[in-house]
């Protein structure tokens, strides 16, 4: 009864070669017996990690009494995206972390029931579409990832018009063109976006807030204006011969992978694909481009800086790695991209390092091994290093960033008094959680300030 209930996975082998989700979900049976594991605590410790405070105890009762819908109207008053965070969320690192069975055993995987809970809802057309009468007042919202279409779902249920705007052709922002499909499949995010649709959100396609309509013409024809714009701008190494034929950000190979599937011999921009590839990076974007090349027939080793015990991705995703095949190059620091006559990638020129003492980032630090050198042979490289928010939407407004191009905010409110901001446009580079969390904060002081005036 204490053990935890394993998620199943599909098998390694298998799916190494397809895009089909590697988690596959508790049945019934499985729900019920790690439901049964929650103790109903009545300080709930679990809470204090979810950061969109679901009623974490009070969900799990309803699955114990297997009345799911009751579980879906919980989870759904906290957050919009259930299928979502049950899949993308750490858990590990928040709810989970905090409870109470972790201290001695396992935690109870509060993230595998909600997924449970909210598949369920999506499987039975339980979609709830709860909306007060509309109280005509209307707000801008820039992107259409989690921070974004969580701000509309609060918006839309208190009777508030909501018009999203995104820029690429798909909504959904880096949960659609970043988190790989077999992590986070397309049908899940669009059918949390077809919810929010049914909710009334119009989310118009195709439309560069800075470019097509300025920030200024939002504000002059919507009450307020949130700008959840994410972090897509990727940052590179800044080496020798790091423009050449062969390297991509992490951020260009997953949307060219997952949104235009250019890996396919019919698509309209195709990659050149080669056989071996290098992904340098430690985080989960560098998993999931090393996944996702594996899954499209290259041999993929993932270089980084520090050991297996430093690298920042989740746990759950380094051990999928592994299993898939990838391999690890570590305590490199990449110093030049080794080019052919003709500008195409053959290697990447690494230094060696090694570990130090603990740093003011509370990991280990690293040096260089003085005049130590390795040649590692590839033909293509992603740098997968981190990204920083895209200025577009705000450069030429009155929206203030400071020097790494944030948004400078209080408390969600910009230094405009009717434009909002959020998740990575103003933190850089989080979890779709925690900007979640900023879309059901910016909201909640969007409507204050919309019922004020
Ligand atoms: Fe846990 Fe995330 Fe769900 Fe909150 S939203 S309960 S942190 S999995
Ligand atoms: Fe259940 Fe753990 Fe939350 Fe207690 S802390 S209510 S055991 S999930």
């Known amino acids: 009864m204490n053990e935890k209930v394993i998620m199943r996975n599909l098998d390694p082998n298998e799916r190494s070669h397809t895009f089909e989700e590697v988690a596959l979900g508790y049945n019934d049976e499985e729900a019920l017996k790690e439901a049964n594991r929650c103790l109903q605590c009545v300080n709930p410790r679990c809470m204090k990690g979810c950061p969109v405070n679901i009623e974490i105890p009070k969900f799990i009762k309803a699955i114990k009494e297997k009345n799911l819908e009751e579980a879906y109207n919980i989870i759904l008053n906290s957050s919009s995206l259930p299928a979502i965070c049950g899949r993308v969320c750490p858990q590990e690192k928040q709810c989970e972390s905090m409870c109470v069975k972790g201290l001695k055993g396992d935690a109870i995987a509060i993230g595998s029931l909600e997924r449970y809970v909210a598949d369920y809802a999506r499987e039975h057309k339980l979609n709830k579409t709860n909306r007060k009468p509309k109280i005509g ?36 922002g880096v949960l659609t063109y970043g ?31 800075g470019k097509t309509i300025t920030l200024k013409e939002l504000e002059d024809t919507y009450d307020a204006v949130y700008i959840a714009t994410g972090a897509g701008l990727p940052k590179f190494l800044n080496i ?48 999931d481009a090393a996944r996702s090349l594996k899954r499209i027939g290259y041999d993929v080793t993932i270089t980084y800086r520090r050991t297996m015990e430093e690298l920042p991705a989740r746990k759950m995703e380094i051990e999928h790695a592994i299993e898939e095949g990838i391999k690890f190059n570590l305590l490199k620091n990449p110093k030049e991209v080794l080019i052919d006559e003709n500008y ?40 997968a290093l981190g990204t920083m928010p895209n200025p577009i939407a705000t450069e030429n407004s ?5 020097s790494k191009g944030l948004i400078i905010t209080d408390g969600s409110l910009t230094n405009n008094s009717r434009v909002y901001a959020g998740g990575d446009a103003v933190t850089g580079s989080a979890t779709v959680i925690l900007a979640m969390e900023a879309g059901c904060e910016a909201a909640s002081k969007i409507i204050s300030s919309i019922k004020e005036h």
């Open 398 to 402: 009155d929206i203030k960033t400071d």
């Open 137 to 172: 007042k209307k707000v801008a919202i820039v992107g259409s990832g989690p921070s974004g279409l969580t701000c509309a779902g609060q918006l839309l249920k208190e009777g508030i018009d909501v018009t999203i705007y995104e820029s690429l052709h798909k909504a959904g």
């Open 179 to 209: 988190i790989p499909e077999f992590r986070l499949p397309k049908k899940i995010v669009e059918s949390e976006i077809d919810n929010l649709k049914a909710m009334g959100a119009r989310i118009l396609l195709n439309v560069v807030i």
């Open 344 to 383: 195409n990638v053959k290697g990447l020129k690494v230094a060696l390092m090694e570990l130090t003492d603990i740093d003011e980032s509370g990991r280990r630090g690293v040096k260089e091994l003085p005049n130590e050198y390795e040649e590692i042979p590839c033909d293509t490289i992603v740098v």
């Open 240 to 287: 020798p011969n790091e423009n050449a034929n062969g390297v991509f950000s992490a951020n260009e190979i997953l949307t060219r992978i997952n949104l235009m599937s250019s890996f396919k011999e019919d698509a309209k921009t195709p990659i050149k694909k080669g056989n071996k590839a290098l992904v340098i990076g430690g985080g989960n974007v560098a998993m």
